[in-house]
């Protein structure tokens, strides 16, 4: 009933020509978005997520480098080369509701190589370094990867990580933003007068929330539980769709008029 007459509504007031052309405009951006999104998908689940893999298998298939190797001999063996530095500083970053946390080396011979890596988390060895630590770093591809003092090792944010799951992730959402895009701007140039529901007030702002919610859920659940990469193609849009229709469906309760409760007949007077 109230989708209804906001369709009425909606169409009344927007049936002025000029209004109808703005509405048919902006359907055709929301159209070109669509294609910019699903670039992005393609190119998310064709180069991007393989390439990640294809690093990550390539980092793991690595061998430690023979001692005095040359420039040339790394780069043709693709192997791990050992650096030993100086820490020289130690600070952790704010950026809104995440922090990342910085360590700035320079080489133990002369200091001529001056340099810093970050990491995601304090632990384990980033809370046990001080100005002044003498550290061991492993190179790959000229990025640090790892640094180790004591037997404690963690891995930098430049270390190629088995996240295939969470880059799958990124491609679905993409295609389901490409999708509201195509069926909203549709909608704008085929019927302009009458939009609802595919308007952003409810439900398009739902569905963009919806998207990226669960994307990032299921994304990273499917990380830490070592699922197979092809159960997000479902599981994702699966989540999508049972949040949109868990949110239509309290939306519609709670504009539901409330139930006319049973008068009881009058006494007759004695």
Not at 34 to 42: E, I, N
Not at 48 to 69: F, K, L, N, S, T
Not at 160 to 168: F, G, K, T, V
Request: aromatic share 8%; with cysteine.
């Amino acid at each position: 009933m109230a989708e209804r007459a906001w369709a009425t509504a909606g169409r009344e007031r927007e049936s002025r020509p000029a209004a109808l052309g703005r509405i048919r405009l902006m359907g055709a951006g929301l159209a070109v978005l669509a294609g910019v999104w699903a670039v992005l998908s393609c190119l998310a689940f064709t180069v991007w997520a393989p390439g990640e893999q294809a690093r990550y298998e390539d980092y793991r298939a690595a061998e430690p480098c023979a001692v005095g190797a040359t420039a040339a001999e790394v780069a043709a063996k693709d192997c791990l080369v050992t650096w030993h530095f100086t820490v020289t500083e130690t600070e952790a970053v704010h950026r809104g509701k995440t922090t990342s946390y910085r360590v700035s080396l320079k080489a133990e011979d002369d200091g001529s190589w001056q340099g810093s890596v970050w990491f995601g988390d304090s632990g384990p060895l980033f809370d046990e370094l001080h100005r002044g630590d003498e550290v061991t770093a492993t190179d790959w591809r000229r990025d640090i990867v790892v640094l180790s003092r004591n037997g404690v090792r963690q891995n930098t944010s430049a270390a190629p990580r088995d996240e295939l799951q969470a880059n799958i992730a990124v491609g679905v959402v993409a295609a389901l933003f490409a999708a509201q895009s195509l069926a909203f701007g549709a909608v704008r140039l085929v019927r302009p007068a009458a939009c609802a529901p595919f308007v952003w007030e409810p439900y398009g702002r739902w569905l963009v929330c919806a998207n990226a919610g669960v994307g990032v859920v299921v994304g990273l659940a499917s990380v830490w539980l070592g699922v197979p990469w092809w159960t997000v193609l479902v599981t994702l849009p699966a989540g999508v769709c049972a949040v949109l229709a868990y949110l239509v469906r309290r939306r519609r309760r709670t504009q539901a008029p409330p139930a006319r409760s049973a008068k009881s007949p009058k006494l007759a007077k004695s």
